[in-house]
């Protein structure tokens, strides 16, 4: 695995706040989901957005990953450097994130998803003038209303034109599933509503001589019912490395299979009924699940987990006493597991993976930001 030499040996060392993967509860995740994969004949491209550091990217990769897939220019540009294989799953429109693609090294398979004409005019005059094959995935809105065609013949269209617009390739559709975010035993009917739509488009592209070699879906909470649409032919999961309090919520998987947490302080015992630690919405993120499910406030203790955050400023972070025997002291430090691991480890310039209180590598967030 690629990873810098870590500046501390012991988490004990480590200032607060932090973020912490626990590498054997991740390569756990890992694994099961490349055996899932595998066991369905689906190709996995995970998505770089939850950890942005290479060396993760590499480590799913060296697990059966077929590639990576990714939203922005810098973590394009930052995975290419570990990847061959990269998905820009965003249309790329503004001319400077067009720019930063076409300049990935040549060696990189490039394909990109998007929605409209304008975006692949753009696509295929900056790969022209690059001189590189960029392969084009036409996505489509199967129920998550944000990006996406809205009928058989406008994919049918956009990939037509994909076809004829050189150096482009036409390789397939993509849709993203975000909008099924309930507990997964209730996931199946949506599921089964969004496979007669997506059937719908792959017969249409079929009968029009365009058919999609690649279908290209999946996330998180749907995971492990992927296999119910047989002609997926590849999943892009992003948060199952380490999962987080939302995931766990919905049953997409157990407590226990949290990886991530943000080691953190307490700092103040002084107002009865909370403890205030040193992680606030600058290190945990602000992401209320309420409306999926019936878990409040920002995130709870990995080891008791009936301790949450139940507000937070900036740099303070206040634990729900209520429901516990617990009595921490001031000193205390406590691992909290976000409710979105993505947006947490976006704050952090690094992630420590620990086995127990050793660290035993540190990878820098290398893909933070837009720059
Ligand atoms: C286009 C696309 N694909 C895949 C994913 C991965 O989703 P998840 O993190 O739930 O696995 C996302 C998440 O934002 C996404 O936007």
Redesign the pocket.
Known sequence: MNSASPPCTTVDQLATPAALVDLDVMHANLARVAEYATGHGLALR??A??HKAPGLAAEQRRLGAVGV?V?TAPEAAVMAGAVDDVLV??PPVDPGRIARLMALPPSVRLTV?LDSEPALDRLSAAAAAAGRVVGVLV?LDLGMH?TGVQTPADALALAHLARRLEPLEYRGV?F?P?HIRQHVDQQLADIERLGSELDGYLDALAAAQLPAQIV????????FHSHRLPRQTEI?????IFNDRT?AAIGACAWRDCAYSVLATVISTAVPGQAVVDAGSKALNREDIRGAVDAPGYGALRDRPEVFVKAMSEEHGLLCLGGTDWQPRVGERVRIVPNHV?ISVNLHPRIHGVRGDSIAHSWEVAARGWA
């Open positions: 995970p998505h957005k939850t897939t939203a799953a965003y998803a996505e944000r993509m993203y975000g290209s879906g999946g996330s998180t909470p749907t995971l892009r999961p992003g948060t199952y995931t993505c």
